[in-house]
């Protein structure tokens, strides 16, 4: 019975542990690499953008 009492403490403790250190504030180095993402993502659905454009234009002449 002790076993158990233990076992159910130490997944307690465990569960408690996992759940405070997984919410954590991104770092600047994660902000700024989540920034340039979000750029990089923009440019190429502007560059798609332009390119459907260009195509159609190509294609009423």
Same mark, same amino acid.
């Given at each position: 019975?002790?076993?158990?009492?233990?076992?159910? +403490? =130490? =997944? #307690? #403790?465990?569960?408690? #542990?996992? *759940?405070?250190?997984?919410?954590? @504030?991104?770092? *600047? $180095? @994660?902000?700024? $690499?989540?920034? +340039?993402?979000?750029?990089?993502? !923009?440019?190429? @659905?502007?560059?798609? @953008?332009?390119?459907? !454009?260009? /195509?159609?234009?190509? /294609?009423?002449?």
């Amino acid at each position: 019975m002790k076993n158990l009492a233990k076992l159910y +403490i =130490l =997944l #307690f #403790f465990s569960g408690v #542990f996992l *759940t405070a250190t997984s919410c954590r @504030e991104k770092t *600047t $180095e @994660e902000k700024v $690499e989540d920034s +340039i993402e979000a750029v990089g993502d !923009e440019l190429e @659905e502007g560059v798609e @953008e332009i390119k459907d !454009e260009a /195509d159609d234009a190509i /294609d009423d002449h």
